[in-house]
Antibody, heavy 120, light 106 residues
Framework: QVHLVESGGGVVQPGGSLRLSCAASGFIFRSYGMHWVRQAPGKGLEWVAFIGIGGTKEFYGDSVKGRFTISRDNSRNTVYLEMNSLRAEDTAVYHC?????????????WGQGALVLVSS | EIVMTQSPATLSVSPGERVTLSCRASQSVRGNLAWYQQKPGQTPSLLIFGAFTRDTDIPARFSGSGSGTEFTLTISGLQSEDFGVYYCQQYNNWPLTFGGGTKVEI
């Protein structure tokens, strides 16, 4: 049974930083690409970032490029999202999601999410 | 970035009806289009990828069609558990982008 569990969310002031973690279990983590997808309260889905199986390939959404960094630790079955220079518009539930393969770029399993609230 | 536009925004239907949801891309995404269902309070579920391939255990009443810039998700014989919001997503180009969603309600 695939499980993805996010942690690290919370309240942060504009301009602040936060690091999210996503612990994966129930599958061979090192064989799958991983993504972060966010959903602002009452809004639609926005893809944030992707990391390939080896951790050397990364892609980002335009709104977070240069501010967010995705990384992974295959020995810990964990993917991370380092978020810097946070803005009010980054407020959302952040879901980690498994790629359907190494880089199929569709999401077949989702975590329940971590809420990030950017507010002064 | 490729802009995905879904229509209609809301669809009011009755159980048993045939439902057609549309998704349009601002430029060709070839067949690299997926559909997701999100029920209230739940995370999205992958229904269709490759424009028409159902994911594992997705019922046959869900079908996808289209290529290039015009895509359709059809639900043949809507069931009560099918109500929710449906999103399309293109994965032909970076950044990956979603449509704004179509809410299917009673």
């Amino acid at each position: 049974q695939v499980h993805l569990v996010e942690s690290g969310g919370g309240v942060v002031q504009p301009g602040g930083s936060l690091r999210l973690s996503c612990a994966a279990s129930g599958f061979i983590f090192r064989s799958y690409g991983m993504h972060w997808v966010r959903q602002a309260p009452g809004k639609g889905l926005e893809w944030v970032a992707f990391i390939g199986i080896g951790g050397t390939k990364e892609f980002y959404g335009d709104s977070v490029k240069g501010r967010f960094t995705i990384s992974r630790d295959n020995s810990r079955n964990t993917v991370y999202l380092e978020m810097n220079s946070l803005r009010a518009e980054d407020t959302a539930v952040y879901h980690c999601a498994r790629d359907r393969g190494g880089q199929q770029l569709v999401f077949d399993y989702w975590g329940q999410g971590a809420l990030v609230l950017v507010s002064s | 970035e490729i802009v995905m536009t879904q229509s209609p925004a809301t669809l009011s239907v009755s159980p048993g009806e045939r439902v057609t949801l549309s998704c349009r891309a601002s430029q060709s995404v070839r067949g690299n289009l997926a559909w997701y269902q999100q029920k209230p309070g739940q995370t999205p579920s992958l229904l269709i990828f490759g424009a028409f391939t159902r994911d594992t255990d997705i019922p046959a009443r869900f079908s996808g069609s289209g290529s290039g810039t015009e895509f359709t998700l059809t639900i043949s014989g809507l069931q009560s558990e099918d109500f929710g919001v449906y999103y399309c997503q293109q994965y032909n180009n970076w950044p990956l982008t979603f449509g704004g969603g179509t809410k299917v309600e009673i």
